[in-house]
């Protein structure tokens, strides 16, 4: 499996986590290592993550996100600063695609904005 279709599966489970304190992994049936990682990194470093969003907020809060937007920049975060020899510009702009194919117009530069400045 390749990565995008690994970063994908791994949004899919954190949006479905957004919804359900199920502790089942996923439904998706396939799961790679590396989806798991980025799941895994996601669920152990929660309250880090959801910090890092809401700090860096410009004008609205993290409840008005949509769960989408807020599941993708969940996911990059995760992969970014917690799975070694991540690249943030590969992560971002497979994010953006993501955002692009899941989320609203507007969405995509907005996820590639408050990821570019996150990482600097």
């Known amino acids: 499996m390749s990565r995008i279709q690994s970063r994908e599966n791994a949004f899919k489970i954190i949006y479905s ?16 290592d590396f989806c798991a990682s ?15 969003v809401e700090s860096n907020l410009k004008g609205t809060t993290i409840e008005r996100l949509y769960k989408i937007d807020l599941a993708l920049l969940y996911e990059a975060i995760a992969e970014i600063f917690y799975i070694k020899g991540s690249e943030y510009k590969v992560v971002i702009n497979e994010v953006v695609n993501l955002a692009k194919k899941y989320s609203t117009d507007r969405s995509p530069s907005f996820i ?8 600097k």
Do not use: H, R
């Open 38 to 52: 980025i799941v895994l990194a996601f669920t152990t470093n929660f309250d880090e993550i959801k910090s890092k």
């Open 112 to 119: 590639n904005g408050f990821l570019a400045g996150l990482v």
């Open 17 to 32: 986590k957004l919804y359900t304190s199920d502790e089942q992994i996923s439904p998706i049936e396939q799961i790679d």
